[in-house]
């Protein structure tokens, strides 16, 4: 079957390979083009990071939704997750190097300060889209690594209302990420 622009989807949807050499042929670019964005500095990441967003879009095909956002803000979407997933796996791999393994380690602080840099700003304007309350209950679970129980007690809110509003909370940040994939691949 000949794979195109109006029969990739479902073909990925039914695992046929073809269809995702379709997608590496017409949409590599958009994940090159967020991937240098975000992964500026750090070009050895590169090769591995786009292997795994192919993969991420593989994976995740099924939850791809037209009626949301086009095909390529989705991909920059999942390019852009994984790039900063890729920043944060890097900037933990030079907190827990051996003083023994590093060589430059002056080199790896300012591209450290840099991404921690990208990091937070991305981070604040995630955070941004929700209200005080659920960017607080969001702060205590994913930065001050706290338990529900101890947020439960804290917001005296129940675990059953802090698990609404986090996938609320989620929900409305995948929304603004896809909305400024759908900009930023206006710029591009």
């Known amino acids: 079957m000949r794979i195109t622009e109006e029969n990739f989807i479902e073909q990925m949807k039914k695992r046929n390979e073809k269809a995702l050499e379709y997608v590496i042929d017409n949409y590599a670019w958009i994940l090159k083009t967020v991937l240098k964005k975000h992964l500026f500095n750090l070009e050895n990441l590169y090769e591995e990071c786009m292997n795994d967003c192919l993969l991420a879009i593989w994976n995740n095909i099924q939850y791809y ?6 095909f ?10 994984k790039s900063i997933d890729y920043m944060r796996k890097y900037l933990r791999d030079l907190d827990n190097k051996n003083i023994d393994d590093i060589i430059l380690a ?19 304007k995630m ?11 969001f702060k205590k679970l994913y930065f001050e690594e706290k338990n529900m129980d101890e947020i ?24 603004n990420i896809s909305m400024e994939g759908e900009y930023e691949n206006e710029r591009i």
């Open 106 to 124: 002056s080199e790896d602080n300012p591209i450290k300060e840099v991404l921690s840099n990208e990091i937070s700003i991305e981070t604040k």
């Open 72 to 81: 390529k803000n989705w991909v920059a979407g999942i390019a852009k997750y």
């Open 127 to 137: 955070l941004h889209s929700l209200s005080e309350e659920d960017r607080e209950i």
């Open 152 to 175: 439960s007690k804290e917001t005296g809110l129940s675990k059953s209302i802090l698990y609404n509003r986090l996938s609320r909370g989620k929900k409305k940040m995948r929304e």
């Open 65 to 70: 939704n037209p009626e949301k956002s086009s």
